[in-house]
């Protein structure tokens, strides 16, 4: 398969879930100023059942176009690349084990590797937008800067995995924190 049509396909799913979690933030400040009251609770009801499968299938997603594009594509990964790997690959395996068991703690321990993914990400994506940001350790022979992919003009990879951290997070927070069994018997 050639790397434009799988960068293509990723391109797409990056375009919806941006707007799913634009429309999760939308229904909350919605929610927020008294308009759609209880739209965001309504909306995080449909999808709990689900979400942490749909977080599971974001992360595996991540994944697997990330080794396409090292293993396949042949794309050197920069440092920041790897950075974003050490925080998404674990979670397709802790999304898929907590998916398995409906566990009601996974939030708390899947969210803050998500968020430090996310801000990697972002960071990552500045230092490809404005070269002169320091990008710390990043080589010569494969410059954090070098931009491999670009589909509709802006989304690059750091953008796609930036699109499955912000997708893991939004899908962890509608499924809303279930409390520590610990903690209900202790009530």
């Keep these: 398969?050639?790397?434009?049509?799988?960068?293509?396909?990723?391109?797409?799913?990056?375009?919806?879930t941006f707007l799913?979690?634009?429309g999760t933030l939308v229904?909350?400040?919605?929610?927020?100023?008294?308009?759609?009251?209880?739209?965001?609770?309504?909306v995080g009801a449909m999808l709990r059942p689900a979400a942490l499968w749909l977080a599971f299938l974001v992360a595996a997603t991540a994944m697997?176009?990330?080794?396409?594009?090292?293993?396949?594509?042949?794309?050197?990964?920069?440092?920041?690349?790897?950075y974003q790997r050490i925080a998404m690959y674990p979670l397709v395996v802790i999304l898929l084990i907590a998916a398995i068991r409906d566990d009601p703690s996974v939030t708390r321990y899947v969210?803050?590797?998500a968020v430090i993914g996310a801000a990697i990400s972002a960071w990552h994506?500045?230092?490809?937008?404005?070269p002169g940001l320091?990008?710390?350790?990043?080589?010569l022979d494969v410059p954090c800067s070098s931009i491999y992919v670009q589909v509709?003009?802006?989304i690059t990879i750091p953008t796609m995995a930036l699109a499955g951290f912000l997708g893991i997070i939004t899908l962890l927070l509608l499924r809303g924190g279930a409390k520590d069994p610990d903690q209900e018997t202790n009530s």
Aim: with cysteine.
């Design 64 to 82: 697997a176009g990330s080794l396409y594009f090292s293993e396949v594509a042949g794309f050197i990964p920069c440092v920041l690349c790897w």
């Design 1 to 16: 398969m050639d790397a434009f049509v799988v960068a293509t396909f990723l391109g797409v799913l990056v375009l919806a």
């Design 111 to 113: 969210l803050p590797v």
């Design 125 to 130: 994506i500045g230092v490809q937008r404005l």
């Design 20 to 22: 799913a979690v634009l």
């Design 27 to 42: 229904l909350l400040a919605l929610d927020r100023i008294g308009v759609a009251e209880g739209a965001l609770d309504a």
């Design 134 to 139: 320091p990008s710390g350790s990043c080589s």
């Design 152 to 154: 509709l003009g802006f």
